[in-house]
Nanobody, 122 residues
Framework: QVQLVESGGGLVQAGGSLRLSCAASGSIFSLNVMGWYRQAPGKQRELVAV???????NYADSVKGRFTISRGHVTNLVYLQMNSLKPEDTAVYYCNAAILTYKNPKEPNDYWGQGTQVTVSS
């Protein structure tokens, strides 16, 4: 069984910063791509940023230059540093990971965290 647990959300004023963390735990054989998605009220869930085990990154245009995704020294950790936050960044942020488990080491499955609320006030 695999779990993703996020932390670090909260309320911040526009222009402020927050750092989200996500830790994957459980029967993990290999962990490749990890990422952050967000969903605002009434909108579809959208990609924010992803990072591979090799360190390659990809960002949504709306967050380029403001957000930075990184992996921890322990490879099951991923962070999202969010700077210059805007009210339109308000959403529930979800951690996502493509994971090979010991039970199924050949085909990765998608796992999601429970989400953490980020609210940016104007």
């Amino acid at each position: 069984q695999v779990q993703l647990v996020e932390s670090g959300g909260g309320l911040v004023q526009a222009g402020g910063s927050l750092r989200l963390s996500c830790a994957a735990s459980g029967s993990i054989f290999s962990l490749n791509v990890m990422g952050w998605y967000r969903q605002a009220p009434g909108k579809q869930r959208e990609l924010v940023a992803v990072i591979t085990s090799g360190g390659s990154t990809n960002y949504a245009d709306s967050v380029k230059g403001r957000f930075t995704i990184s992996r921890g020294h322990v490879t099951n950790l991923v962070y999202l540093q969010m700077n210059s936050l805007k009210p339109e960044d308000t959403a529930v942020y979800y951690c996502n990971a493509a994971i090979l488990t010991y039970k199924n080491p050949k085909e990765p499955n998608d796992y999601w965290g429970q989400g953490t609320q980020v609210t940016v006030s104007s």
